[in-house]
């Protein structure tokens, strides 16, 4: 039973620090270095003043080059959006033509096909003339309309 009295060990591993812990320690390292350097007040306050004038620089250029690439890249986003855009414009004013003419086509289509059924309506309504529709010198010429019909 002594085997099981003993509670289980827990690991904990923690990853982490990084780049971020790595500078925060040099920049403290730095700082104390120039604090216990063999100098006269003066002269490390002058060169505390200078590295923070020096950072401060750095910080600027920084800060410039990163304005112009995110400025750059809107730039070319806006020029892209801008093509994608007119593009699209560009194909529902083509949609728009080809339907307005599909449809003119349909219309006169439709107009042509009326016209024919109504000369058809017409044609069939109206009594036959004589001799209409038949071919002469045939038989049915010569008998007449009626015998077509065999009356």
């Not at 982490?16 to 350097?37: E, K, M, R, T």
């Not at 038949?134 to 065999?150: H, Q, V």
């Amino acid at each position: 039973m002594g085997q099981h009295d003993e509670p289980p060990y827990v690991f904990i591993e923690r990853r982490g620090g990084g780049i971020g812990s790595f500078l925060l320690g040099a920049l403290v390292g730095a700082g104390l270095g120039i604090l216990f350097a063999p100098r006269s007040g003066e002269e490390t306050r002058e060169e505390l003043r200078e590295g923070a004038a020096r950072l401060g620089r750095q910080a600027e250029d920084t800060l410039r080059q990163v304005r112009g690439a995110v400025g750059e890249t809107v730039d070319e986003m806006r020029h892209g959006i801008n093509e994608k855009v007119e593009a699209a414009r560009e194909a529902f004013e083509s949609g728009r033509v080809a339907a307005r003419e599909t449809r003119e086509e349909m219309e006169r289509r439709v107009r042509e096909a009326r016209e024919r059924v109504r000369a058809g309506i017409d044609a069939a309504r109206r009594p036959p003339e004589p001799g209409e529709g038949l071919t002469p010198g045939t038989p049915e010429a010569a008998a007449g309309p009626e015998s077509k019909f065999g009356v």
